[in-house]
């Protein structure tokens, strides 16, 4: 079994920046994908960032140039540092891992971007 837990979001005006962190805990022994999507009011859940255990990436496409997602394999966490934050960019932001074909979730934290 994998927990997930986030941190990192609020409340940031447009333009700002935020770093959202997500820690794993539990048995977790082979390669896996970690990252990060996010839901909107009245949206389905979209792909923000995603990163495996060797460093490749995927970005969604509304974030790509502005988003960099980062991770600690000795420590299980994933990063995503958002920069130039804008309005639509409001939503839930869960932190998920697939690991042996299992998709794990976090809680989701909430990022909100003010005009």
Known sequence: ???LVE???GLVQA???LRLSCAASGSIFSPNVMGWYRQAPGKQ?????????FGSTNYGESVKGRFTVSRDNAKNTVY???????PEDTAVYFCNMRYLG???W???????VSS
């Open 45 to 53: 859940r979209e792909l923000v960032a995603t990163i495996t255990t």
């Open 102 to 104: 299992v998709d794990y």
């Open 15 to 17: 333009g700002g920046s």
């Open 80 to 86: 995503v540092q958002m920069n130039s934050l804008k």
């Open 1 to 3: 079994q994998v927990q």
């Open 7 to 9: 941190s990192g979001g």
């Open 106 to 112: 976090g809680p989701g934290t909430q990022v909100t």
